[in-house]
């Protein structure tokens, strides 16, 4: 069936480090691929998507390309910043009724000064 | 700007009563739905409407119920509230292509004394 898996987390990393969080997708056909962010104590906000094979979503300095030979769509940002201490969800429509998707668990990023 | 607008932050509410969560949306969306989140757990679809009147059940229906009598607003209703549904609630809308996003409010952080 449809499913995403996310790299386990939490992840710590210090301020200007280099970012990857992995995410990989079982669907059929071509989904639309989505990564979200949750700030503490808020809702989920759309921070990126890519519709089709090859296509880079970028928003904020993250960037994630959809990778169709290995099913993946790994984010990635150069320099984290204190503020991008988040959950970070991969998520993939596409191949089901009515819009809806399916969500990855859910990566805890937290960044130290 | 999408807005999903939750009428609660936080609520605070008792064993057996009857508790209802609304949601409202300003950008003409078909499709609504409700999530709950749990540590853990991610996130896991309860129910979702892909037109008024329209419901659906999602992966985790038992214990709720949904109204949606008007386009922009989506209830969730707990019939008889227990505390094993104390949770953060999310409500999202999107168009009805299965590619699209969704967009997601704020969240209701629900407690069941």
């Known amino acids: 069936g449809n499913s995403v898996t996310q790299m386990e987390g939490p992840v710590t990393l210090s301020e200007e480090a280099f970012l990857t969080i992995n995410c990989t997708y079982t669907?059929?056909?071509?989904?639309?691929l989505f990564w979200y962010v949750q700030y503490p104590g808020e809702g989920l906000q759309l921070l990126l998507k890519a519709t089709k094979a090859d296509d880079k979503g970028s928003n904020k300095g993250f960037e994630a390309t959809y990778r169709k030979e290995t099913t993946s769509f790994h984010l990635e940002k150069g320099s984290v910043q204190v503020s991008d201490s988040a959950v970070y969800f991969c998520?993939?429509?596409?191949?089901?009724?009515?819009?809806?998707?399916?969500f990855g668990q859910g990566t805890i990023l937290t960044v130290h000064p | 700007d999408v807005k999903v607008t939750q009428s609660s932050r936080y609520l605070v509410k008792r064993t057996g009563e009857k508790v209802f969560l609304e949601c409202v949306q300003d950008?003409?969306?078909?499709?609504m739905f409700w999530y709950r989140q749990d540590p853990g757990l991610g996130l896991r679809l309860i129910y979702f409407s892909y037109d008024v009147k329209m419901k659906e059940k999602g992966d985790i229906p038992e214990g709720y119920s949904v109204s949606r009598e008007k386009k922009e607003r989506f209830s969730l209703i707990l019939e008889s509230a227990s505390t094993n549904q104390t949770s953060m609630y999310l409500c999202?809308?999107?168009?009805?292509?299965?590619?699209?996003?969704?967009?997601f409010g704020d969240g209701t952080r629900l407690s069941i004394l």
């Open positions: 999202a809308s999107s168009y009805p292509s299965g590619n699209q996003p969704q967009h």
């Open positions: 998520a993939f429509a596409g191949g089901t009724s009515y819009g809806k998707l399916t």
């Open positions: 950008m003409d969306h078909e499709n």
């Open positions: 669907a059929t056909g071509y989904p639309s």
